[in-house]
């Protein structure tokens, strides 16, 4: 018997789940034992050029009231999305998404209500597109302390900063070429502000701090619209790319940010470039491990929903990924130590400033200044007379 799916929204990723899960129908049919059929595309659009244009409907009482199991939310948003996925775990339909806003946001309800209610709510395509990160945490490596989480979790900026980089081009041309590629969300400031990093770096340190809640709004989070061609030259001239990177370490209370990084070109990430993601995860077991793949697009974020849907299709229930209510306690930003690079026209000044610090040259006008508390940054910076600083990941 076929197990009858519907997709809420059919923009980016639902039009490519729809494709998926019709161009791999036999081996999907093969590997479960059972068919995927899709039954509805519920939209508030009608898609007369698509050949699924028939089971598009209007009509959410018609989808909720039918005899789906499975939802696919790719509306996205936290507002209709929300009304939905509570509306379908809280009659026992699973429910698969792409959404990191509405994970990140309402996960600890919305996997309380898949629990109570004994169906699944899956979201590996919400960080890291097509990359397998999600489930790759929560099982294969659940028998590890998770020390670290350092990534590159967003296509766009990602793509941005390498097009500025190899093209030469300032910021805004280069957004709007992501723009156009269709990689950047619809409001663009949620992916050059860092907000999109923020709630996949949410949704990684909590499935790393055990369920432990570590919500959006209590990371800090910069973007990289500051970023200039002149930046990007200085990147270069000390061996390293500047890349917007995600950070989770855990202790006591965790340490969770989002910021632009000058990546030396001896760490993996360096190599990172265009819409590429890539999760580099510590576990005291497993040494580190890299997650490499492409963090946007249709059907590579398809191939991950899918992978969900057949998951919800085999009935695995989602109890053992229970989130915390409260928003546990993380280190405020402030009090956090980090690896700086400080540019300025004479060195030896930053290095007489921040003596209490262990300093290298790396060339006539920068100096890396380890382990300094971001609170104590602004004033190293004045007292030194220096350009600029960033963030340094070795
Ligand atoms: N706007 C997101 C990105 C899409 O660029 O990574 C995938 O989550």
Redesign the pocket.
Known sequence: MAINVAILGFGTVGSGVAETLDINKDVICKRIGQEINVKYILDIRDFPESRFASLVTHDADEVFKSDIKIAVETIGGARIAYEYTKRALSSGISVVT?N?ELVSTHGPELLEIAAANNCCYLFEAAVG?GIPIIRPLYKCLAANKITKIAGI?????N?ILSRMKDEGIDFDTALKQAQANG???ANPS??IDGI?AQR?ISILSTIANDGGYIAPDSISAEGISAITTEDMAFAASVGCDIKLIALYEASDKPIVYVAPALVDKSNLLYNVNG?F?AIMVDGNSLGQAMFYGQ??GTLP?ASAVCGDVLEAAMGIPSEARAWSKESVEITPYDDIRADIVVRADVPAKVIGVADSYECEILSDEAVLVKGIRHKDIAALVSASEAISWMHYLK
Do not use: H, M, P, Q
């Open positions: 792409s990191k597109g979790v967003n296509g766009t900026t793509y990689f950047a969300e949620a992916d999109d996949k819409v993601n963090g946007a974020t």
